[in-house]
């Protein structure tokens, strides 16, 4: 019942986003444009609930050739394998881009995954392809969490989201992410959907 119930409550808040939001999304759209020409929605191979792949949106913060970028720059590259999914000052990202990172704008389309079903509002991290492999393959610790983390839909804000995002370590966001998939319940969502403006707010590890 109470998974009907969350799918009911995701419905509601990604319609409602996705309506009111829409004047956001048109200047957001523009002023992407109008900084970079580049494509305003950026698309990415995201790991869903049972391991199945699905597609990513995002308003676009970084410039197109972003990940060649990464992959020539040796020390970026070594410190999103060293466990941060963003890297500091990041250079690839756009004058736009670091506003809407700053204050989440650039998550806004991922309402469109949550009305899919690809994502629930409340959930464990969307985690990359890239980033399961290293950690699974390297045997780093922590790893061995993340069949739970799959038992749950992904999603838009979680229980790491409003307690550091990108200040914790990886090993951190993983042992959040599989305790509440374990572990969450309605009330559970609704603290971490209270706490979410105040998180978007405050900007800690938004970069």
């Keep these: 019942m109470k998974n009907v119930i969350k799918r ?6 990604s319609l409602c986003a996705l309506f009111f939001g829409l004047p956001i999304f048109i200047i957001t759209a523009i ?3 109008l900084d970079s ?4 929605f950026y698309f990415q191979d995201r790991v869903g609930k049972d391991e199945n792949l699905f597609k990513f949106w ?3 913060s970084m410039v197109v050739n972003a990940d060649e970028i990464l992959f020539k720059n040796k020390e970026m590259y ?14 690839r990202i756009t004058k ?8 989440s704008i650039d998550e806004l389309p991922q309402f469109w995954n949550i009305l899919k079903g690809d994502m629930s509002f409340v959930g464990p991290r969307a ?3 890239d980033e399961i492999k290293i950690y699974r393959e390297e045997k780093r610790e922590g790893y061995i969490l993340f069949p739970e983390v799959f038992s749950v839909k992904p999603g838009l804000t979680g229980a790491w989201q409003v307690s550091g995002r990108s200040t914790l370590t990886f090993l951190q966001r993983v042992e959040m992410d599989a305790y509440y998939a374990k572990n969450w319940s309605l009330l559970d ?14 900007g800690n590890g938004a970069y």
């Design 78 to 91: 070594n410190q999103m394998r060293s466990g941060a999914h963003k890297v500091k000052n990041d250079p």
């Design 96 to 103: 736009v881009g670091k506003f809407i990172r700053r204050t």
């Design 8 to 13: 009911i409550v995701d419905i509601v808040i």
């Design 31 to 33: 002023a992407i444009k």
């Design 127 to 129: 985690y990359r392809p």
């Design 189 to 202: 969502d609704l603290i971490i959907i209270l706490k979410t403006p105040f998180a978007v707010i405050q």
């Design 58 to 60: 995002k308003f676009r």
């Design 37 to 40: 020409e580049c494509p305003v």
